[in-house]
């Protein structure tokens, strides 16, 4: 009730505005051309909200289309050619990343296209269908209303000549009774009762009529002053909104595709811009940057005949390469197999070159370095806890620790020396001092150790600050190995502590040594870490051992993750 009122007062509103520019007075006896107009709206809205579908499948088309040029044309390095150093390359490779940019502008318009704009011309159009349904129900409730007011005002007008006729005609079948000198008396009265009668009828049906034509012509005067044209009103304001809202929706549509373009825009200028840095000179600055200082064949000497040609003399006039042989040279003539390459001093490079194959170099033997200390580290934890606990180890197990220590230290001494002299010349290229050579030592000197391995990433890091090469980045953090691999278990970071009230372990026969770390599964086995020392109670050979870490603590473990000692 309260929206029919709200209708009711947009209505009035309209009519007190200017009533002769309203549905209701103008069209009131046009109601098929309003159903016909309204009709085509709906199906004007129903197409646009097509258009709009359709402009959105385009500008996915459009984006996935994009995307599969810049995937086709997308140059691949994968034969390790530095072609991508050209600078002609360089543009066409911002031009296939604009390429993308591009593509996801056109992505994002579509996806606001259907968010704002599809989905809300899909709604304005169920809403207006539903309610130009609605008022079309109301009008045809209406026109029956009206046309069963006129087919009762019919019926009472029938119904009145009926009897009119029917009084008139006893009213002569009286004259002529009475006329007749031979009719009695009883006779004469009947015929008077009947006329009469008749008239009252008569009377009773025109009261009737007149009653009705009274009705008839107030429902007819609300119907066209008010009723009719309220509907025809409230059909026009359904209308009008339509069109507003849906001229708003395509103007927001406009606007969506308007923003778009300055983005797009934006990445032409973009490819424009990297097209302007192409430079003839400076790509062949870079292919003479490829250049090897070899020397100029020697001048031809007179052979006598029968004399021995000299050992730098050809027979073979040709300098051609077979097609076999270009195809394992790479570009600028430098092959895979080529003797130069095996040169740590790099001299055959360009010195961009030179300094990221350095860099290189060194970020794997530091990578090197790090795991060979990382193991040092965990034989001299062995080795402490051995000391601080004479039990749980034996002689010979502490010897062995102690030659792998040493064989590590002369591993991290030949790395550290190679890594000192690729130092060297790295800082030789960057015309810097050369670094202080650091000292490989004990357990004690690993800190040192590593911040000297660190020296070449600082330095690195400022290159790479100053776009000076991409090979400067920090070596990654250490992995750990394998939990199955037999070395994991010796190198690890930390050792569990044996703690205090731990019952004595008995003969070396029945202790183990625990490789790795494993966590309980089930409640009747027991949780080990790395390095500690149990007593086994039972080893019945199906992989899995009882073993004790004190009074209150036993279960099973896996046989493969211990080791017995010696």
């Given at each position: 009730?309260?929206?029919?009122?709200?209708?009711?007062?947009?209505?009035?509103?309209?009519?007190?505005?200017?009533?002769?520019?309203?549905?209701?007075?103008?069209?009131?006896?046009?109601?098929?051309?309003?159903?016909?107009?309204t009709e085509t709206g709906l199906e004007f809205t129903n197409k646009c909200s097509h258009f709009i579908r359709d402009r959105i499948k385009v500008e996915h088309d459009y984006v996935k289309s994009l995307r599969n040029l810049k995937k086709k044309y997308k140059l691949k390095n994968s034969d390790g050619?530095?072609?991508?150093?050209?600078?002609?390359?360089?543009?066409?490779?911002?031009?296939?990343?604009?390429?993308?940019?591009?593509?996801?502008?056109?992505?994002?318009?579509?996806?606001?296209?259907?968010?704002?704009?599809?989905?809300?011309?899909?709604?304005?159009?169920?809403e207006v269908t539903n309610n130009r349904k609605n008022l079309c129900n109301t009008g045809n409730q209406l026109k029956q209303t009206y046309q069963q007011q006129q087919d009762q005002l019919e019926k009472a007008r029938q119904k009145y000549e009926k009897m009119a006729r029917e009084s008139e005609a006893a009213n002569i079948a009286f004259q002529k009774v009475n006329d007749d000198m031979n009719v009695s008396r009883a006779q004469l009265e009947k015929s008077?009762?009947?006329?009469?009668?008749?008239?009252?009828?008569?009377?009773?049906?025109?009261?009737?009529?007149?009653?009705?034509i009274e009705k008839t012509n107030n429902f007819q005067h609300d119907y066209y002053l008010e009723t009719w044209p309220s509907l025809l009103n409230q059909m026009q304001k359904v209308e009008e909104n339509r069109v507003d809202e849906l001229?708003?929706?395509?103007?927001?549509?406009?606007?969506?595709?308007?923003?778009?373009?300055?983005?797009?825009?934006?990445?032409i200028d973009n490819m424009i811009a990297t097209c302007e840095n192409i430079s003839s000179t400076q790509d062949s600055d870079l292919l003479m940057e490829e250049r090897t200082m070899a020397n100029y064949p020697p001048d031809h000497e007179f052979i006598e005949f029968g004399a021995k040609p000299p050992s730098n003399f050809s027979t073979n006039p040709s300098m051609r390469k077979t097609k076999k042989d270009r195809k394992k040279t790479k570009i600028f003539g430098r092959g895979p197999n080529s003797d130069s390459m095996n040169k740590e001093d790099m001299d055959h490079l360009p010195p961009e070159k030179r300094k990221k194959a350095f860099k290189e170099k060194i970020k794997e033997i530091e990578n090197k370095?790090?795991?060979?200390?990382?193991?040092?580290?965990?034989?001299?934890?062995?080795?402490?806890?051995?000391s601080k606990k004479p039990e749980l180890g034996s002689a010979t197990a502490m010897e062995e620790s102690r030659q792998q220590?040493?064989?590590?230290?002369?591993?991290?001494?030949?790395?550290?020396?190679?890594?000192?002299?690729?130092?060297?010349?790295?800082?030789?290229?960057?015309?810097?001092?050369?670094?202080?050579?650091?000292?490989?030592?004990?357990?004690?000197?690993t800190l040192s150790v590593a911040s000297s391995t660190s020296h070449l990433s600082h330095t690195n890091n400022e290159d790479s600050g100053s776009g000076q090469g991409s090979g400067a980045d920090l070596p990654p953090p250490y992995s750990a190995p394998d939990p199955m691999s037999p070395i994991a278990g010796e190198f690890q970071d930390s050792f569990y502590e044996v703690?205090?009230?731990?019952?004595?372990?008995?003969?070396?026969?029945?202790?183990?040594?625990?490789?790795?770390?494993?966590?309980?599964?089930?409640?009747?086995?027991?949780?080990?870490?790395?390095?500690?020392?149990?007593?086994?109670?039972?080893?019945?050979?199906?992989?899995?051992?009882?073993?004790?870490?004190?009074?209150?603590?036993?279960?099973?473990?896996?046989?493969?993750?211990?080791?017995?000692?010696?």
């Open positions: 009730r309260i929206q029919i009122l709200f209708e009711l007062a947009d209505v009035i509103r309209i009519i007190m505005a200017d009533p002769k520019h309203t549905w209701g007075y103008t069209l009131w006896d046009k109601y098929d051309r309003v159903l016909e107009h050619s530095d072609f991508d150093i050209f600078t002609t390359v360089k543009s066409y490779s911002v031009i296939l990343d604009q390429l993308e940019l591009i593509a996801r502008e056109h992505e994002i318009f579509a996806e606001r296209l259907e968010d704002d704009i599809f989905t809300k011309i899909r709604h304005l159009y169920k008077r009762a009947t006329k009469e009668q008749r008239l009252d009828i008569m009377d009773k049906a025109k009261g009737d009529y007149i009653i009705q001229g708003s929706l395509l103007k927001q549509k406009c606007v969506l595709h308007k923003n778009t373009l300055p983005q797009v825009e934006q990445c370095i790090q795991i060979e200390l990382k193991a040092r580290q965990g034989l001299e934890d062995i080795l402490e806890l051995y220590i040493d064989s590590i230290t002369k591993t991290l001494e030949k790395y550290q020396e190679e890594l000192y002299k690729f130092q060297c010349y790295l800082a030789a290229l960057d015309n810097k001092p050369a670094p202080e050579k650091p000292h490989i030592g004990s357990h004690l000197d703690p205090d009230n731990a019952v004595p372990p008995p003969p070396n026969d029945n202790v183990c040594s625990v490789l790795y770390d494993y966590a309980a599964q089930h409640s009747d086995e027991l949780d080990i870490f790395a390095g500690e020392t149990l007593f086994v109670v039972e080893d019945n050979g199906t992989g899995w051992v009882k073993a004790r870490r004190n009074e209150n603590e036993e279960g099973l473990v896996p046989g493969n993750y211990i080791e017995m000692c010696s």
